[in-house]
């Protein structure tokens, strides 16, 4: 009983002695100002040479928090203008008021959102302040600005032409490959596209020159999810794993970017790919009669996806393109041949039924047809359809 009594008295002093010696209250901060923005320029357009060179510096003022400066924390977002900073890229500043940015880090920021090299883009940028435990965030006005990518080299250097082998394609691993339905087009300086009908859970290698094993364009690790459809590449003489076609056969287009170094698989959803074609109509010497004289009226097939023909026009006449010679049943017409400057180019598509004639040039004279089956209206990204262009010679 004494051992029990002894014990309340403990817990009691304990609780007086507790009850004296008040805890300081925990700090309270005041609330700070949103940060004002603003920039030392409002458009950028760097050249490789201005890499290395700070080409804009951002500045705030003081949130006037009720801490250290040094305690403060800062984030940058720069963004595509519109996106509401959904896609931002951010940088974190800690105690400073502002930050600069080289013409190199800049660019690279541009790049990865897709922009185009040399083309004016508008962007939008803000800050947010907060302490450094990120409570009491504020957020800045949002500046606009205009900028402008400038090219860089590429990742890997490009080749002069390229070639798709492997047990994916028709022609299976025998090298060299079949020319010129493996063949990729080169669509600019460092891009190839190529349309090809891939066997589905095949593999494939991508190779710069005809017949040769030594050089070769390769992925590091073929087990990594995805690769069916696209990813980084790599120039290999050796070692590397064969790029993993995609599962199910089909008319695929692979776009290589030797800029980026990195592919794209996707089904082809242009208009049927053919071995060979044809032109026929009043435009041409043979005029309307089908079949059409041949080699004159053909095309000469440069690649998987690209035809070009040199032909004498008649001026202010018509004509249409034949996957078959004589065969009316399936023909390439445009949608619509009133649109203006459709003589010297534009867009089709495939028909067996319906479609415009093409409006062939004004004057009379040689004139070379290109056509591009990789390339499909970018007003119309649902409709099948292939880029054609006509020049004079």
């Known amino acids: 009983m004494k051992n029990i009594f002894r014990l309340i008295l403990a817990a009691a002093a304990v609780f007086f002695y507790s009850a004296c010696n008040k805890v300081d209250d925990l700090p309270l901060y005041g609330n700070g100002k949103a940060p004002v923005l603003s920039a030392s320029v409002t458009t950028v357009a760097a ?9 804009i510096t951002f500045n705030w003022t003081d949130p006037q928090y009720a801490t250290a400066a040094s305690n403060q924390k800062y984030i940058l977002e720069i963004d595509s203008a519109g996106r509401n900073f959904s896609k931002a890229n951010a940088t974190i500043i800690m105690g400073k008021l502002d930050t600069s940015f080289t013409a190199k880090q800049l ?17 939008e940028v803000r800050v947010t302040s907060s302490y450094g435990n990120n409570n009491e965030r504020l957020v800045s006005n949002v500046l606009s600005l205009t900028v402008t990518p400038y ?8 080749p002069a ?6 047990s994916a394609t028709q022609g299976g691993w025998t090298n060299p490959v079949p020319v010129p339905a493996q063949q990729f087009a080169q669509i600019d300086e460092t891009t190839f596209m190529g349309v090809f009908n891939l066997n589905g ?11 040769d094993w030594g050089q070769k364009y390769a992925i590091e690790d073929n087990s990594i999810p995805g690769v069916e459809v696209g990813g980084d590449f790599q120039f290999y003489t050796s070692g590397g794993s064969n790029f993993k076609g995609p599962v199910n056969a089909g008319m695929y287009l692979i776009v290589v970017d030797f800029q ?7 089904p082809y959803n242009g208009p049927n790919l053919p071995d060979n074609l044809f032109i026929v109509g009043s435009a041409t010497p043979g005029a309307w009669n089908n079949p059409v004289p041949v080699p004159s009226q053909q095309f000469t097939r440069l690649n998987s996806v690209e035809f070009e023909l040199t032909l004498a026009f008649n001026g202010g006449a018509e004509y249409l393109l034949l996957p078959e010679n004589g065969n009316w049943g399936m023909k390439y017409a445009v949608a ?3 649109i203006a400057g459709l003589n010297e180019g534009g867009y089709f598509g495939f028909y067996t039924s319906g479609g415009s004639n093409f409006p062939g040039p004004t004057n009379s004279g040689n004139y070379k047809i290109h056509v591009n089956f990789a390339l499909h209206d ?3 990204p649902n409709d099948p359809t292939a880029k054609f262009t006509v020049t004079p010679e």
């Open 47 to 55: 050249q490789p040479a201005d890499s290395l060179n700070t080409v």
């Open 161 to 166: 032409a390229l070639f798709i082998v492997g």
């Open 107 to 123: 660019n690279d920021i541009l790049l990865g959102f897709g922009f185009n090299y040399n083309v004016a883009y508008p962007v």
């Open 151 to 158: 090219k860089i080299p590429p990742k890997i250097t490009p």
């Open 260 to 266: 980026r170094g990195k592919y794209s698989v996707t």
């Open 336 to 338: 619509d041949n009133s």
């Open 201 to 211: 859970g095949s593999e494939y290698l991508l190779l710069p020159v005809n017949g």
């Open 378 to 380: 970018p007003a119309a």
